[in-house]
């Protein structure tokens, strides 16, 4: 009589057991795939009132990282593994001419890219940024990736053709800032925030946002020392160790200052103008712009510290800020840039590669042998 | 212009093979030209789609039809010219149908045929390979359907074991491709795009379950062997997945895919 170590193998091996928990991961992922997920209750109350509650019970808004759900592909993946060895022993114990090793190879790809995938989801880290020209982000690896030149084209329908974000990647400022630190986005405060208005101050004047052609807008800054790197989409910058894809574009409005010489500014919020007695700081809006192209003139919120007195200023295009008229609004286009540290994703495209290497090596074998 | 003549040359051959259903003597030798002959004049649309948009034209539903279109009346004129199905008229004549039910929804409103060049997200050659292979692998599947639905309906044994293997062969020629172009070629394509090869998307979820499902069967296969009514009934459930996938998700579910 077998003993209870015997029926346990026996039963994890089986392929009975992978074919009912195909089967089974099958209608999880089924349920998975009517239901949306992740979402709000709210979401499910106004989608599926009657269920709403059902689904959030049973945890279907959420069924990939459920616990049955999981446990089923552990149970699998042990069935797997145990599967794989057995077979593996029984193969190499044939003559060499007789072995099938496909599905070895096919299952040990499923079993890396499972184990591949547990990894990445514990280690992998994902960081959004936007940024437009002139500003900067520290990278994982504590170099900065400096903006210099955003374009974007248009095929002659209006249609978005290419996001193009040019920059280079440099060693850090030498001067530590609260912006030195390891995978902070860009901004423009502070001391950075005024070397980035230098750049930014030595931008071409852009066309008002009704003037704008849909052939190609671009912007660029005079290029710091460094190594120059392209950004796009299908085309991410790859580093060692991280990634960086061009993820998102979005335009933002930006007010125009002129001084009394004619002198051009742009600021984007949180930049400074230095005056005689103090500065002038662009806040935000006081609301959000319209989209593009429509007729907007939101308040621009200003902070204007005169000799240490400081007061909050709101002005429209037209007005005046302290020797300063608010001339218009600009649009600067702005790249959503996506910084992804994921170490193991070679080991998964490594069980992706064997997965689909066996897959052909099994059938093509038994190809062969059929007799259609 | 040039499709609605293929569609035209589909709809003759099948008349040609409804009629030669009903002639147990003659062989219809026309209609696997015509199907031929559809299927050219498909890739000259593709083509000459592919050069106005600078792109592999398989970017968007219309585009999409009429590749599986191509595929389809290509693989109705293969099946007469291999031998172990070459007497078979039902082959043929199904996937003549599946060709002209592609073309139909190409010229509904599901699939408007303006030329519109691809977004950046699409101008990539992995997407030319994850979606090429899919429909590679399920016009194989599509074949499977065939001979399993023949394979539920045969009255003898020895017919019941021929469709049975036909439906094993051309499963095992399609799962690899399938498996290669929807899950492998897509997640290195999402990886590149988007930076994740896996994300649970609706359309990605549903190519699992339909890879699944053939999974299944192959195994069910190997334990059950060609006696069970089970595996000829995955063999079409698959294919049904199969085309939710590509339709019903695009419709009636929202994702990252809702341009293809």
């Given at each position: 009589?077998?003993?209870?170590?015997?029926?346990?193998?026996s039963?994890?091996?089986?392929?009975?057991?992978?074919?009912?928990?195909?089967?089974?991961?099958?209608?999880?992922a089924?349920?998975?795939?009517?239901?949306?997920?992740?979402?709000?209750?709210?979401?499910?109350?106004?989608?599926?009132?009657?269920?709403?509650?059902?689904?959030?019970?049973?945890?279907?808004?959420?069924?990939?990282?459920?616990?049955?759900?999981?446990?089923l592909?552990?149970?699998?993946?042990?069935?797997?593994?145990?599967?794989?060895?057995?077979r593996?022993?029984?193969?190499?114990?044939?003559?060499?001419?007789?072995?099938?090793?496909g599905?070895?190879?096919l299952?040990?790809?499923?079993?890396?890219?499972?184990?591949?995938?547990?990894?990445?989801a514990?280690?992998?880290?994902?960081?959004?940024?936007?940024?437009?020209?002139?500003?900067?982000?520290?990278?994982?690896?504590?170099?900065?990736?400096?903006?210099?030149?955003l374009?974007?084209?248009?095929?002659?329908?209006?249609?978005?053709?290419?996001?193009t974000?040019?920059?280079?990647?440099?060693?850090?400022?030498?001067?530590?800032?609260?912006?030195?630190?390891?995978?902070?986005?860009?901004?423009?405060?502070?001391?950075?925030?005024?070397?980035?208005?230098?750049?930014?101050?030595?931008?071409?004047?852009?066309?008002?946002?009704?003037?704008?052609t849909?052939?190609?807008?671009?912007?660029?800054?005079?290029?710091?020392?460094?190594?120059?790197?392209?950004?796009?989409?299908n085309a991410?910058?790859?580093?060692?160790?991280?990634?960086?894809?061009?993820?998102?574009?979005?335009?933002?409005?930006?007010?125009?200052?002129?001084d009394?010489?004619?002198?051009?500014?742009e600021?984007?919020?949180?930049?400074?103008?230095?005056?005689?007695?103090g500065?002038i700081?662009?806040?935000?809006?006081?609301?959000?712009?319209?989209?593009?192209?429509?007729?907007?003139?939101?308040?621009?919120?200003?902070?204007?510290d005169?000799?240490?007195?400081r007061?909050?200023?709101k002005?429209?295009?037209?007005?005046?800020?302290?020797?300063?008229?608010?001339?218009?609004?600009?649009?600067?286009p702005?790249s959503?840039?996506?910084?992804?540290s994921?170490?193991?994703?070679?080991?998964?495209?490594?069980?992706?590669v064997?997965?689909?290497?066996?897959?052909?090596?099994?059938?093509?074998?038994?190809?062969?042998?059929?007799?259609? | 212009?040039?499709?609605?003549?293929?569609?035209?040359?589909?709809?003759i051959?099948?008349?040609?093979?409804?009629?030669?259903?009903?002639?147990?003597?003659?062989?219809?030798?026309?209609?696997?030209?015509?199907?031929?002959?559809?299927?050219?004049?498909?890739?000259i649309?593709?083509?000459?789609?592919?050069?106005?948009?600078?792109?592999?034209?398989?970017?968007?539903m219309?585009?999409?039809?009429?590749?599986?279109?191509?595929l389809?009346?290509?693989?109705?004129?293969?099946?007469?010219?291999?031998?172990?199905?070459?007497?078979?008229?039902a082959?043929?004549?199904?996937?003549?149908?599946?060709?002209?039910?592609?073309?139909?929804?190409?010229?509904?409103?599901?699939?408007?045929?303006?030329?519109?060049?691809?977004?950046?997200?699409?101008?990539?050659?992995?997407?030319?390979?994850?979606?090429?292979?899919t429909?590679i692998?399920e016009?194989?599947?599509?074949?499977?359907?065939?001979?399993a639905?023949?394979?539920?309906?045969?009255?003898?044994?020895?017919?019941?074991?021929?469709?049975?293997?036909?439906?094993?062969?051309?499963?095992?020629?399609?799962?690899?491709?399938?498996?290669a172009?929807?899950?492998?070629?897509?997640?290195?394509?999402?990886?590149?795009?988007?930076?994740?090869?896996?994300?649970?998307?609706?359309?990605?979820?549903?190519?699992?379950?339909?890879?699944?499902?053939?999974?299944?069967?192959?195994?069910?296969?190997?334990?059950?062997?060609?006696?069970?009514?089970?595996?000829?009934?995955?063999?079409i459930?698959g294919?049904?997945?199969?085309m939710?996938t590509f339709f019903?998700?695009?419709?009636?579910l929202?994702?990252?895919?809702?341009?293809?």
């Amino acid at each position: 009589m077998d003993s209870i170590t015997d029926r346990i193998y026996s039963f994890l091996k089986s392929i009975k057991l992978a074919a009912f928990l195909l089967v089974l991961i099958g209608i999880f992922a089924i349920i998975g795939g009517i239901i949306p997920q992740g979402k709000s209750l709210e979401f499910y109350l106004s989608h599926y009132p009657k269920i709403a509650k059902t689904i959030q019970g049973l945890g279907f808004d959420h069924i990939f990282t459920s616990l049955p759900f999981l446990a089923l592909v552990a149970l699998f993946t042990v069935n797997l593994t145990v599967c794989t060895v057995h077979r593996f022993g029984t193969e190499l114990a044939k003559p060499r001419e007789k072995r099938k090793h496909g599905p070895d190879l096919l299952h040990i790809g499923l079993i890396v890219i499972i184990f591949g995938s547990i990894l990445s989801a514990r280690t992998r880290t994902e960081e959004m940024f936007y940024l437009g020209t002139g500003q900067h982000l520290h990278l994982p690896d504590k170099m900065v990736l400096q903006i210099v030149a955003l374009s974007e084209e248009k095929y002659d329908t209006g249609r978005v053709r290419s996001w193009t974000t040019e920059a280079i990647i440099r060693q850090p400022s030498p001067e530590p800032t609260h912006t030195d630190e390891p995978y902070s986005g860009g901004d423009t405060l502070g001391e950075e925030g005024f070397a980035d208005q230098k750049l930014a101050s030595s931008l071409p004047a852009m066309p008002a946002a009704a003037s704008q052609t849909p052939a190609e807008t671009q912007t660029a800054v005079s290029v710091p020392d460094g190594e120059k790197v392209t950004i796009k989409v299908n085309a991410p910058l790859r580093r060692k160790g991280y990634t960086v894809y061009q993820f998102n574009w979005k335009k933002t409005q930006v007010p125009v200052l002129v001084d009394k010489e004619g002198i051009i500014k742009e600021l984007e919020p949180g930049d400074r103008i230095p005056t005689p007695d103090g500065f002038i700081l662009f806040m935000a809006f006081e609301e959000a712009p319209a989209p593009q192209g429509a007729p907007v003139s939101p308040k621009a919120v200003f902070l204007v510290d005169s000799a240490g007195k400081r007061d909050l200023v709101k002005v429209q295009p037209g007005g005046n800020i302290h020797g300063y008229t608010f001339q218009r609004y600009d649009e600067h286009p702005i790249s959503g840039l996506k910084v992804i540290s994921d170490r193991w994703f070679p080991l998964i495209l490594a069980g992706l590669v064997l997965a689909l290497f066996g897959t052909a090596l099994t059938y093509i074998k038994k190809l062969k042998g059929l007799n259609v | 212009m040039i499709a609605t003549i293929a569609f035209g040359l589909l709809i003759i051959a099948q008349i040609l093979q409804s009629v030669s259903l009903f002639r147990t003597t003659a062989k219809d030798r026309i209609s696997p030209w015509l199907a031929l002959g559809s299927s050219i004049l498909l890739l000259i649309t593709v083509i000459q789609r592919s050069i106005a948009i600078k792109f592999f034209a398989l970017t968007n539903m219309y585009e999409s039809l009429l590749f599986l279109a191509m595929l389809a009346s290509l693989m109705a004129f293969a099946i007469t010219r291999w031998k172990p199905t070459s007497e078979s008229k039902a082959l043929p004549y199904s996937l003549n149908i599946l060709a002209i039910i592609f073309l139909a929804l190409a010229s509904s409103p599901i699939a408007p045929s303006t030329i519109r060049p691809p977004v950046p997200a699409l101008q990539s050659g992995w997407l030319v390979l994850h979606v090429s292979f899919t429909f590679i692998g399920e016009i194989f599947f599509a074949v499977g359907l065939v001979t399993a639905i023949l394979q539920l309906t045969a009255k003898t044994e020895d017919n019941r074991k021929k469709f049975d293997r036909l439906t094993y062969t051309s499963i095992a020629i399609g799962y690899p491709i399938f498996t290669a172009g929807a899950l492998v070629f897509g997640a290195i394509w999402a990886e590149n795009a988007w930076g994740r090869w896996w994300g649970w998307d609706p359309k990605e979820t549903w190519a699992l379950v339909t890879w699944l499902t053939y999974t299944a069967y192959l195994h069910f296969r190997l334990v059950r062997k060609n006696t069970s009514k089970l595996m000829p009934a995955l063999v079409i459930l698959g294919f049904a997945i199969a085309m939710f996938t590509f339709f019903g998700v695009n419709f009636l579910l929202a994702g990252l895919h809702s341009y293809a």
